[in-house]
């Protein structure tokens, strides 16, 4: 069985990052709840929120490893454009 203390899975305050985006825990980030008027934001646990933003990864493997016929990496040169410099 597994306990949690509502207080200790109580997201911090929201710091902001950009006028329509704050962060809440590190590398997680989120559009403002003010903005979010018509469909407000729920309200999660920090355990909730990490469970999700974890699960991300494995959902963009199985989608890669099903619908992709390659994956392309950013950053990494043309083999069809020529070198700028």
């Known amino acids: 069985m597994s306990v949690w203390r509502l207080g200790e ?4 305050p929201p710091r902001r990052i950009t006028d ?4 809440r825990l590190e590398h997680q980030y989120e559009v403002d709840p003010d903005l979010m008027q ?3 934001q729920q309200d999660m646990p920090v355990w909730d929120s990490r469970r999700i ?7 963009l493997d199985w989608m890669h ?13 043309s083999e069809t454009m020529e070198d700028p410099s």
């Open 20 to 23: 329509t985006v704050v962060e």
């Open 38 to 40: 018509i469909t407000p």
């Open 9 to 12: 899975q109580t997201p911090p």
């Open 65 to 77: 490893a099903h619908f992709a016929d390659e994956v392309l990496l950013a950053g990494e040169e």
């Open 53 to 59: 933003f974890d699960a991300r990864w494995d959902h």
